[in-house]
């Protein structure tokens, strides 16, 4: 098998030797002839496309529907670095919602002078309509996935936090079927810590959040801009197990003081909202007037107490990559302790110091746009050829406030199965995070995306990635 | 349950039979042309556009009736907003804002139905090919309501879905009589004629029943034989008197599951109660036209309740 130079092989060690973690699955591997392994893989892609599992691209015209490709061979963490892991999760994802409540109240934090003032002043995501208001429960952000990769046995860093609207969860569930489906005498052999509670879990942290107006059992509801999303399959698919009415903007209304969902009765009451719609979509009387994705008034509804929103509403100011710099300050300012899980470093470019030491080794850095996503938007030093990083070199001194960079890490790898065998591919982590006013719940196992060029360190669906099973063992 | 994906549900199946039975008619149709000259087979396939509603835009597009182009267009012209092509598409959109009301059986017959019929219609379809087409939409029907029966919960959703069926069928199975009557024949001397058998037999052929008459009937083949068995007999499946039954019974259970009946239950008593006392004299007193074009319109008021009633839209 080949190895990439200087990154660390989470199945093999330099010497070629399996990983402890990947002992039992290797021994298995080896039994399984070629061909076989081959014709399943090819089984997955057919079974994924009939299940319609699939996610939407916008390309000129109509809006195609794509897989997302599905490699075989799982990713496996011990028992031990999940805690390890876990513990650093929660810890980060109680500050998130103390940082959200602060910047929403007090701003303590502000105050203190450990983050500047700047940083929320002009930002977009940053909502006046929740100043003094707290949500149900007191949480902010309901559904989290923090971004991890790894560069070593024991080296973990987030990349990100998602605590806006994560997406991926559903492959997570998905793969793991399809692998059950595929190898079901795997599972038998090792022993692979189950995540098909997922959905259970999930609705019952969110019914944990209802509001004060809920009666008897809270009605949970999806919200999807609808079938042209792109995440439109998850939408449906945890809606569907959650056993809640998936709705779209124009089945909602308020009537009497509540937001309440048309069915073939008449009206209603929705009690708590897990909304897939941004914030700016969420309620034409308050945001964007010209939406048609959220409910008029539901933000009125909203602060009088008669639904819960999921992720509330402005939550978005803690997870650009801007605050991101930030986490380790958030982290210890909220928890009284240093992080855990510690972030990459990153350099602010609307820091004058900062800014020059970029451009002066622009070739060496990931430079991203601190509101950007999925992978656009961004220069891989590394990788770039001196157009782009000329050109780069404009933009960035244009508006230099709007970059943050980071160096190039040397992520980790998983094999992946291709035509000749395994192959080394980079990796990176999103566990799925739930959080309800008395517990922080994180389901073991997670989605791990893999970029399926060689070499490529772009792991996101939208640039060609991949996903594979992640397997969290049990002790 | 939502009103918007009782009205999903609905319309998932009536573009599902409104597929088929374009698939019928146009199967129907092709075997006509086959025992015509090429003259009057052209004539043929103009009826069959006609009957299908798209004369107007048919011809906005083509100069003459020729066969490949027809079936092309019925089955999968862009330009044809009810292509069968289009149908498919609106079905399983449907059936994807529908997901969370239908079983992983149900959607997986959809969607591999969709994927098969729109793997077939990428390229023009030659005349070789026509039958495998229609073949693989009838399929898709069976498929379809076979893992609904089997799978889905007997919830207001499976009433809905089984109300869309047989308010489309009803409508289809109306106008293919209707365009036996108006349209096909030339000149009310044909009557009686070979040629008016044939197309008899194909009529009876597009809602397969060709076989349930000439079992029932000893194949005699005369127009108020096929009239009777394709309106009033209630054995068979795709006769009016059955959709309306079957509607019927689907309302009533609606009715149940709300606990009272809506405007639509009331437009039903009455169709309901028009049918039940109509005889094959009836009909042909009345005009078979004249008849088959008042059951539409009452069957298109139902609709129209029934989405009304159930709060289909905003």
């Known amino acids: 098998m080949e190895q990439a130079a200087n990154t660390f092989d989470e199945m093999r060690h330099e010497g070629g030797g399996v990983r402890p973690a990947y002992a039992d699955y290797c021994e298995w591997f080896d039994q399984q002839p070629g061909d076989l392994l081959r014709r399943k893989h090819k089984d997955a892609e057919g079974s994924f496309r009939r299940t319609g599992i699939t996610f939407n691209v916008y390309g000129e015209g109509e809006a195609e529907e794509r897989l997302i490709p599905f490699d075989m061979v799982p990713r496996v963490i011990t028992a031990a670095e999940w805690r390890r892991l876990t513990r650093g999760i929660e810890q980060r994802v109680s500050a998130l919602n103390a940082f959200i409540h602060d910047l929403y109240h007090r701003q303590e934090i502000i105050r203190a002078g450990r983050v500047p003032e700047r940083l929320f002043r002009h930002n977009e995501a940053w909502l006046p309509h929740m100043v003094g208001f707290t949500p149900p429960g007191g949480v902010y952000t309901h559904i989290v996935g923090i971004d991890l990769v790894r560069t070593g046995p024991g080296d973990w860093f987030v990349l990100e936090d998602n605590a806006r609207t994560p997406s991926g969860v559903s492959y997570m569930l998905e793969n793991r079927e399809t692998m059950m489906a595929m190898f079901p005498e795997l599972f038998t052999r090792v022993p692979v810590a189950s995540v098909s509670d997922y959905p259970r879990r999930l609705a019952k942290s969110l019914a944990a959040c209802a509001p004060d107006a809920a009666r008897g059992k809270p009605t949970v509801a999806v919200l999807t801009p609808g079938i042209y999303n792109s995440a439109y399959y998850e939408h449906a698919f945890l809606a569907d197990q959650m056993g809640a009415e998936l709705v779209e903007g124009s089945d909602l209304r308020v009537v009497g003081g509540r937001v309440q969902m048309r069915t073939t009765r008449g009206y209603e009451p929705v009690d708590v909202l897990y909304r897939r719609v941004d914030d700016e979509f969420l309620d034409p009387l308050t945001f964007n007037p010209a939406s048609v994705l959220g409910v008029p008034g539901i933000m009125d509804v909203y602060r009088s107490g008669g639904i819960t929103i999921a992720n509330a509403p402005g939550t978005g100011i803690a997870d650009d990559k801007a605050i991101y710099s930030f986490m380790p300050e958030i982290v210890e300012f909220y928890t009284g302790s240093k992080p855990l899980l510690p972030n990459v470093q990153t350099w602010r470019c609307a820091e004058p110091d900062s800014l020059a030491y970029v451009l002066d080794n622009l070739a060496e850095l990931v430079v991203k746009e601190v509101h950007g996503s999925g992978g656009y938007g961004m220069l891989i030093g590394p990788t770039a050829s001196k157009k782009e990083i000329a050109a780069f070199r404009q933009k960035l001194c244009a508006k230099p406030g709007n970059y943050i960079a980071q160096p190039t890490l040397a992520l980790s790898t998983c094999p992946i199965f291709t035509a000749k065998g395994l192959a080394p591919r980079h990796v990176d982590l999103r566990p799925f995070v739930l959080v309800s006013p008395d517990k922080i719940d994180i389901t073991p196992g997670g989605l791990t995306r893999v970029a399926l060029k060689k070499g490529s360190l772009v792991v996101n669906s939208s640039q060609g990635g991949g996903t594979k099973d992640t397997w969290v063992l049990k002790d | ?314």
């Open chain 2, 1 to 314: 349950m939502l009103g918007r994906t009782a009205n999903g549900l609905f319309w998932m199946f009536r573009y599902l039979e409104r597929a088929e039975n374009t698939a019928r008619l146009l199967e129907a149709g092709f075997r006509m042309a086959l025992t015509r000259d090429l003259q009057t087979a052209e004539a043929e396939w103009r009826s069959l556009v006609h009957t299908l509603g798209l004369k107007e835009v048919y011809e906005r597009h083509h100069d003459s009736y020729i066969g490949h182009e027809v079936w092309n267009f019925i089955l999968r012209d862009r330009e044809n907003p009810n292509s069968v092509a289009r149908m498919m598409d609106a079905m399983r959109a449907n059936a994807r804002v529908t997901r969370t009301a239908i079983t992983t059986e149900l959607w997986t017959a959809i969607n591999t139905s969709w994927m098969e019929i729109t793997a077939l219609l990428k390229r023009p379809v030659s005349q070789g090919q026509v039958g495998e087409v229609v073949e693989t939409i009838r399929r898709a029907g069976t498929l379809t309501h076979g893992a609904m029966e089997g799978t889905l919960l007997r919830f207001e959703g499976y009433h809905f879905a089984r109300v869309g069926t047989f308010v489309e069928r009803a409508d289809n199975v109306a106008r293919i009589i209707d365009m036996k009557y108006y349209l096909l024949l030339p000149s009310l001397r044909y009557v009686g004629s070979t040629m008016d058998t044939g197309q008899w037999e194909q009529v009876l052929r597009s809602v397969s029943g060709d076989r349930a008459y000439h079992w029932l009937n000893a194949g005699r083949i005369e127009a108020r034989g096929i009239v009777e068995f394709l309106v009033l007999d209630r054995r068979f499946p795709r006769s009016l008197a059955y959709c309306h039954g079957e509607l019927d019974e689907e309302l009533a259970c609606l009715a149940a599951i709300h606990g009272h009946e809506a405007h639509c239950h009331k437009l039903m008593h009455e169709a309901a109660t028009i049918l039940d006392h109509m005889t094959v004299d009836g009909i042909f007193e009345i005009g078979l036209h004249e008849f088959l074009t008042r059951f539409v319109d009452r069957n298109a008021a139902i609709a129209e309740a029934i989405a009304q009633d159930y709060r289909f839209l905003v």
